[in-house]
């Protein structure tokens, strides 16, 4: 299915991914605070529009609809009992989506099949891991494995977890994607600049972050969606990284800066340019970035701008 596989593509050239899907949604009417990944059942119309436009931008990967599906996460909506078909559904528009874009979308002339690659997206339940939060890391295990079964049922080539900001929840989401069997894992941190350097949330550092992923049997490593990061602070991270893992697949989806809440028209807006963002790309790709999209804020023209500045 994964032939060629997404590893031996990335260590030959970089790949890119979509960028943003959650402020991509609410572009598309999905009401603030509402369950986005519903929508896959409900309006798998708008969210294979999302996939296509990414698609025919130049991604070569793109991600389901499935950031906030694990059972934990999906109860904050009452829909915890649909985990399992919302992320398959997830799944399959994604999957029919690179199908219906094929041979008229840029990824086409790149050469041969699969157009694209679909990663099933897992990102945090939402709360803290036992003993600082209520929630035992067996059942956040458990709901991740869920999560991850359901998206490889509905053709996902492999998992991504991402936007984690604290290791004990990457760990295990990773071994429930593990478990459910999936071939490919992908993981994902959200760092923070400080003054001390990069920290999750939990204060963890990048080395951390990474020896953690690696010791849960991760496949690449990376970071995304992070706080006061520019590119040129993410070509840092992807340097750092790259050292930790010398021949290994290292991973940035960079926001479109920090979210500003923008008072008069009450909504929340990102500052990053398709060209402000797309200029630090080659930057990112020296540093060792293998895979490049784009995180919250972005948009087809940031992921236009990123393949036109891969000179694609
Ligand atoms: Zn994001």
Redesign the pocket.
């Known amino acids: 299915m994964t032939s060629p596989s997404l590893l031996d593509a990335a260590r030959s050239r970089p790949v890119l991914a979509d960028g ?1 899907m959650g402020t991509q949604l609410q572009e598309a009417g999905l009401a603030a605070g509402a369950c986005g990944e519903l929508w896959n059942v409900e309006r798998p119309d708008r969210v294979a529009a999302i996939h296509r436009a990414y698609l025919e931008a130049g991604a070569e990967l793109i991600l389901t609809n499935t950031f906030g599906g694990s059972r934990l996460a999906l109860a904050r909506h009452g829909l915890a009992e649909r985990a399992a078909e919302l992320n398959r559904a997830g799944a399959e528009v994604a999957v029919g989506a690179v199908g219906a874009v094929g041979a008229v979308g840029a990824v086409e002339v790149r050469g041969p099949a699969p157009q694209a690659w679909v990663l099933g997206d897992i990102g945090p339940f939402g709360g803290l891991l036992a003993p600082l939060g209520e929630t035992e890391p067996d059942e956040a295990q458990a709901a991740f494995e869920e999560q991850a079964a359901a998206l490889l049922a509905g053709g996902a080539h492999g998992i991504l977890v991402e ?1 984690m900001t604290a290791l004990d929840e990457l760990r295990c989401a990773v071994r429930g994607a593990r478990r459910a069997g999936a071939k490919l894992v992908v993981a994902s941190v959200a760092f923070d600049a400080t003054r001390v350097g990069f920290r999750t949330m939990m204060g963890e550092t990048p080395d951390q972050a990474v020896a953690a992923m690696l010791e849960e049997g991760a496949d690449v490593v990376g970071a ?2 992070g706080s006061r990061l520019d590119m040129a602070a993410y070509a840092d991270l992807a340097r750092r990284f790259r050292a930790l893992v010398p021949d290994g697949i290292v991973w940035i989806k960079a ?1 479109a800066g920090t979210p500003r809440l923008e008072i008069a028209n009450a909504r929340v807006v990102y500052d990053g340019t398709p060209a402000n963002l797309a200029a630090g790309v080659p930057a990112l790709v020296d540093a060792g970035a293998s895979i490049v999209g784009g ?2 804020g972005t948009t087809p023209a940031h992921i236009r701008a990123f393949a036109r500045a891969l000179g694609r």
């Open positions: 943003a936007t995304n969606c926001n995180c919250c």
